[in-house]
Nanobody
Framework: QVQLRESGGGLVQAGGSLSLSCALSGDNFSPKHMGWFRQAPGKERELVAAISDAGWTIRYGNSMKDRFTISRDHAENTVILQMKNLILEDTAVYYC?????????????????WGQGTQVTVSS
């Protein structure tokens, strides 16, 4: 059974930084493209960043590339999202997701497995 477990969320002041981690377990298939999505109250779930199975291809959501960095550690089976210069609008629940299709996709509905999410709150 595939399990995705996010950690690292919390409260941070505007302008600060935060790092989220997603631990993947129970997987026995390939490929495993991974993505970070976020959902703010009353808004649709949106892509933050996605990374291919080998880590060679990365996609960022709109206006995400300058302040967010996605990476993966195959030895630890984790995916990291580093966030800097956080703004109030970054407040959301951040989800880790897995896409087992052949190509890297950036739409939330295309991801088969999801973590429970971790809350990120940016304060002024």
């Amino acid at each position: 059974q595939v399990q995705l477990r996010e950690s690292g969320g919390g409260l941070v002041q505007a302008g600060g930084s935060l790092s989220l981690s997603c631990a993947l377990s129970g997987d026995n298939f390939s490929p495993k493209h991974m993505g970070w999505f976020r959902q703010a109250p009353g808004k649709e779930r949106e892509l933050v960043a996605a990374i291919s199975d080998a880590g060679w291809t990365i996609r960022y959501g709109n206006s995400m590339k300058d302040r967010f960095t996605i990476s993966r550690d195959h030895a630890e089976n984790t995916v990291i999202l580093q966030m800097k210069n956080l703004i109030l609008e970054d407040t959301a629940v951040y989800y880790c997701a897995l896409d087992a299709s052949a190509g890297l996709r950036t739409v939330a509905a295309d991801h088969e497995f999801w973590g429970q999410g971790t809350q990120v709150t940016v304060s002024s």
